[in-house]
Nanobody, 123 residues
C-alpha cells in the first residue's frame, strides 16, 4: 500500500492562491492514479480532481475548473494541486488518495488516503 502525505495547506484571503502537495512513499507511486477530495465542516466528501498514473490525463470537478490544476511528477513521487482565485466556500480539509486500478471521481474507488491538510479562505 502506498502512503500519502499532504502538505501546503494554510489560511489565505479570498482571491488568493495555494499549492497543495501529495507526497508518496512505500509502493511504486506510478502504479497509482491520484485524486484530491475535500470535506468542509459538516458536509460530505467532495471530489476535486484526479490524475492518471502517468499524468497523461487529468480531470477537475466542473465547479473548480479554471481555478484548480492537478499535475504529477513521478520522479519526485508528488502530485500538486494548484488553486487560484480561492473562495471562502473552498474552505475544507483536502485529502489526496490513491487508486491502483483505473481512475475515478468517487471516494469509494480509492484505497489509500492521506491525513488531510486544512485550507481556510477568509472573505
Amino acid at each position: 500500500q502506498v502512503q500519502l502525505v499532504e502538505s501546503g495547506g494554510g489560511s489565505v484571503q479570498a482571491g488568493g492562491s495555494l499549492e497543495l502537495s501529495c507526497t508518496a512513499s512505500g509502493r511504486t507511486f506510478s502504479d497509482y492514479a491520484i485524486g484530491w477530495f475535500r470535506q468542509a465542516q459538516g458536509k460530505e466528501f467532495e471530489f476535486v480532481a484526479t490524475v492518471t498514473k502517468d499524468g497523461g490525463y487529468t480531470y477537475v470537478a466542473d465547479s473548480m475548473k479554471g481555478r484548480f490544476t492537478i499535475s504529477r511528477d513521478n520522479a519526485k513521487n508528488t502530485v500538486l494541486l494548484q488553486m487560484v482565485s480561492l473562495k471562502p466556500e473552498d474552505t475544507a480539509v483536502y485529502f489526496c488518495a490513491g487508486r491502483s486500478n483505473g481512475w475515478g471521481t468517487l471516494r469509494a474507488q480509492y484505497d489509500a488516503w492521506g491525513q488531510g491538510t486544512q485550507v481556510t479562505v477568509s472573505s
